[in-house]
């Protein structure tokens, strides 16, 4: 599922990058840029990273 629609970013790419390591949004701005054009992504970005947290 896309997250990011600007970027094309799926649900995937987030949990591949939260699994690489990624612990912030700033993390996921930087490596893959979720969120850095129209934001709307910001709040379902952050909720899937911290589902990844919750189940490490
Ligand atoms: Fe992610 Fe627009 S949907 S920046």
Known sequence: MYVCLCKAITDKQIKDAAYNGATSMRCLNKDLGVATQCGKCAVTA???LREHK???
């Open 46 to 48: 952050k909720q899937i």
């Open 54 to 56: 919750s189940q490490v």
